[in-house]
Nanobody
Framework: QVQLVESGGGLVQAGGSLRLSCAAS????????MGWFRQGPGKEREFVAT????????YYADSVKGRFRISRDNTKNTVWLQMDSLKPEDTAVYYC???????????????????WGQGTQVTVSS
């Protein structure tokens, strides 16, 4: 049974940093691309970043490019999202997700991800 558990959310002032973690279990983590999505108040879930199964390729939403960094350690079954220079508009529930097939192409649509964590709240105050 696939399980994704996020942690690291919280309240931070604008300009600050947070590091989100996602611990995966129940499947062969090292063969699946991983992604982070977020859903702000009254908004649809949106793509943030994704990393290939090998860790060698990444892709970011334009809104976070240069401020956020996604990384993974396949020996620890963990993916991280380092968030710097946070803005109030980054306030959202952040979700970790696993691609819906192994060794897939990088994807940015929620429909391309088959397993999701419960989410962690990130609040950025101005």
């Amino acid at each position: 049974q696939v399980q994704l558990v996020e942690s690291g959310g919280g309240l931070v002032q604008a300009g600050g940093s947070l590091r989100l973690s996602c611990a995966a279990s129940g499947y062969t983590f090292s063969t699946y691309n991983m992604g982070w999505f977020r859903q702000g108040p009254g908004k649809e879930r949106e793509f943030v970043a994704t990393v290939a199964w090998s860790g060698g390729r990444t892709y970011y939403a334009d809104s976070v490019k240069g401020r956020f960094r996604i990384s993974r350690d396949n020996t620890k079954n963990t993916v991280w999202l380092q968030m710097d220079s946070l803005k109030p508009e980054d306030t959202a529930v952040y979700y970790c997700a696993a691609r819906n097939r192994p060794f897939g192409t990088l994807a940015a649509e929620p429909v391309d991800f088959g397993s999701w964590g419960q989410g962690t709240q990130v609040t950025v105050s101005s």
